[in-house]
């Protein structure tokens, strides 16, 4: 089993540009989380989905979209990126809301 | 609001000795769970161990103990025996009822031979 996967790896984008962030996992999890870590912080929880076909918002939702149309992916976009945006992403997944976590390996994303 | 705190920022401990990681926290909530996450070098956030409100002992995972003291709100990691492998980053997270885990700023660990 792969776990959890995030594409891409790296990525660079100028102001205004638009992008989205795959995750997949294959351990048939109900729970996806997309976070955002920034030096000197914990992550932040950005939305959050707890089934297939639904999302919510987490804590710093602004600027980003969602979408978990099949169970095993869960979609990040940017429509406009900004520099305010400039960090490492890491999707998560847990069987259920009370369970642990197990994270992607991150994508480290770059707005100039 | 749930808020989780880690009050040192970076420590330094010699191999084979024991490090304590500490981690306090601040809810309503009577059910939530606290859980550890290591993250090396590398970048990965790798889950430790978990405690939950209710249980009734601390949660032991290996070398990795949670020592959980409800009464002060503190759920401080303890690593015995560190090895050089155990230089990383160490966040104390807390799930509440809403699913959701609120993470800490984190504690560097540096394993010296």
């Known amino acids: 089993n792969a776990g959890v996967t995030q594409t891409p790896k790296f990525r660079v984008l100028k102001t205004g540009q638009s992008m989205t962030l795959l995750c997949a996992q294959d351990?048939?999890?109900?729970?996806m989380y997309w976070y955002r870590q920034d030096p000197g912080m914990g992550l932040r929880l950005i939305h959050y989905?707890?089934?297939?076909?639904?999302?919510a918002k987490g804590e710093v939702p602004d600027g980003y979209n969602v979408s978990r149309l099949k169970k095993q992916n869960f979609l990040l976009g940017l429509e406009s990126a900004a520099p305010s945006q400039t960090s490492v992403y890491f999707c998560a997944s847990s069987v259920g809301g009370y369970n642990e976590q197990f994270f992607g390996p991150g994508t480290r994303l770059t707005v100039l | 609001a749930q808020k989780i705190t880690q009050t040192q920022p970076g420590m330094f401990v010699q191999e084979k000795e024991a490090v304590t990681l500490d981690c306090t926290y601040d809810t309503s909530d009577p059910s939530y769970g606290l859980f550890w996450y290591k993250q090396p070098s590398s970048g990965e956030m790798i889950f430790l161990i978990y405690q939950g409100s209710y249980d009734q002992q601390n949660a032991t995972e290996g070398r990795y103990s949670l020592n959980f003291q409800k009464a002060r709100k503190s759920a401080n990691l303890v690593i015995s025996a560190s090895q050089l492998g155990d230089s990383a980053m160490y966040f104390c997270a807390m799930r509440v009822n809403d699913y959701k885990l609120s993470f800490g700023a984190g504690t560097t660990v540096t394993v010296r031979a």
């Open positions: 351990m048939n999890h109900e729970y």
């Open positions: 989905s707890v089934g297939e076909g639904t999302t």
